[in-house]
């Protein structure tokens, strides 16, 4: 329940800064610092519980402590990685579907067409309007680039 409680209050300071960077920098370097801290000392306590596998998380967690706590010195660094899990939803989910790619070429461009799709919808982008003015630039004999498309969702 504690480091719930604790990984909670990390969260809490994180919708505290309301989208602003530099509050939500400021507020990771003193705020989550000291969070961070007493979730530190108390991994230090679990690991004296060796037979048990929380002292073998608590073991593993203070060896990864270094890049798991990176986010408190740059705030560009989400808490999760939700936003990727969910990203690559859809590819993972229809695996089974793309088995048409058929060769390697095929599946090198179904990636990179799934990165351009991802990347539209994190910048605000319209996937299928970009699309859809690519084919026609295309059809022009133009080429029509991510960055250039301006419709938003």
Known sequence: EKALAWIGALYELDRQAEGDAARLAELRRTES??????????LWEQ??????????AAAYTLTNWER???????????????????????????????????????????????????????????????????ILAADRGSILLPWQFDAAV
């Open 33 to 42: 610092a000291v969070v961070l801290a007493d979730i530190k000392a108390w």
């Open 47 to 56: 690991t004296s519980l060796t037979s048990l596998s929380i002292g073998n």
């Open 68 to 134: 798991l706590t990176r986010f408190v010195e740059d705030a560009q660094i989400p808490l999760d990685n939700n936003a990727t899990e969910r990203a690559i939803r859809g590819p993972v989910v229809g695996r089974k579907n793309h088995y048409g790619s058929k060769s390697r070429r095929g599946t090198e461009v179904a990636a990179t067409l799934y990165t351009v799709l991802e990347s539209l919808k994190l910048h605000g982008k319209d996937p299928a309007g970009y699309l859809h003015a690519a």
